[in-house]
């Protein structure tokens, strides 16, 4: 009986010495419209923090938009955190063409790959030739900005059963819920799914599988989460860095949170930051307003915020946001 318990007391010491493997890095396909908003470029630099630390695997990282700029800014900091090969795609075409505060100069600041017309593929191909290639329920989708490529995707030829038999999850920043049962009246405004409304009607109403909505409420404004600041202790050169200054007009100020909460829950899950709401849908009307349908049997859910922990959950994104990049 001894060779038994001592098998089993060296087990528990490497489980608490941290000896015991991890699970498996969450594949992530991340869509970002990085134009608008310097928390796109502060939500990358948590993703690139939590693939360095082998909680995820960065498969692509597309824009929802047609601006090279943001596309250059993307690859900039893709370069930057160690990974200037991640695959690039982009809208081509017709697509939500909105002023930046910061792209054009991180364009001209930083190194990337040349982007032109021809460069890079539509990000549908993309999404096509990654999903094609990983395993069954396996890939997490995430979405901070216009479901552009989300829409044109379904909307290809085969897209919705390569949707439904390739991505576990799609993390959605989007929404404003308000109430019980929620509704969104766009009082708040919902600007990702404004800009493109047909796409992200289309979208939401043809997703073949789960869907768990970041709403503003949650993480955006009036949420009253905000970092970025503390940007100013990282390194001159960090792009993410040179995105929230030129976004404030010359220095790094605190910002909401929206995108970079996004990325944290698809790679964490809720832990002790957020709630899930019970299961439903979203009733998204054709002028972007939309009420929720609670449904047991529904595949669409959304964050809650949880009682007290705001400070909590501003500082663990500020960690992740200045990491410094992997050697």
């Known amino acids: 009986m001894l060779r038994p318990l001592l098998i089993l007391c060296v087990f528990l010491g490497a489980v608490r010495g941290g000896l015991v493997p991890a699970a498996e890095p969450v594949k992530i396909l991340f869509d970002t419209d990085m134009t608008t908003d310097c928390d ?11 693939a360095d630390r082998e909680e995820c695997e960065i498969l692509a990282t597309v824009t929802s ?10 690859d900039a900091i893709n370069r930057y955190r160690g990974c200037p090969d991640l695959p690039l795609g982009w809208v081509k075409g017709s697509g939500v063409q909105m002023p930046s505060k910061f792209t ?3 364009a001209r600041e930083f190194p990337h790959r040349p982007v032109s017309g021809g460069d890079f593929p539509d990000a549908v191909d993309v999404y096509r030739e990654i999903l094609t290639k990983q395993p069954d329920r396996s890939v997490v989708l995430v979405t901070v900005g216009y ?10 030829p085969g897209g919705t059963e390569l949707a439904r038999a390739k991505v576990a999850k799609w993390i959605c920043m989007g929404g404003n819920f308000i109430g019980d049962p929620p509704k ?23 997703w073949p599988g789960e869907i768990v909505f970041a709403g503003r409420e949650v993480c955006s404004v009036p949420s009253g989460l905000a970092i970025g600041a503390a940007l100013t202790n990282t390194p001159e050169d960090n792009p993410v860095r040179r995105a929230y200054e030129h976004y404030f007009d010359g220095t790094a100020r605190d910002r909401h949170v ?7 829950y698809a790679v964490r899950g809720s832990a002790d930051c957020w709630d899930l709401s019970a299961p439903g849908r ?13 449904d047991p049997a529904g595949r669409q859910r959304h964050l809650l915020k949880k009682s007290g922990n705001d400070r909590q959950v501003e500082r663990l994104l500020e960690t992740l946001l200045v990491a410094p990049a992997k050697e």
């Open 258 to 264: 929206a995108d970079l909460a996004t990325v944290l």
């Open 282 to 294: 979203m009733d998204l009307h054709e002028d972007m307003t939309f009420a929720w349908i609670p």
């Open 65 to 74: 938009v047609p601006d090279p700029n943001a596309l250059a800014t993307v």
């Open 184 to 206: 969104d009246d766009l009082a708040l405004g919902n600007v990702n799914f404004q800009r493109d409304a047909a796409s992200a009607h289309h979208a939401i109403h043809h």
């Open 147 to 156: 479901l552009t490529n989300v829409s044109r995707f379904l909307r290809s």
């Open 104 to 106: 054009g100069r991180i």
């Open 40 to 50: 796109d470029a502060g939500a990358m630099a948590v993703l690139h923090t939590l």
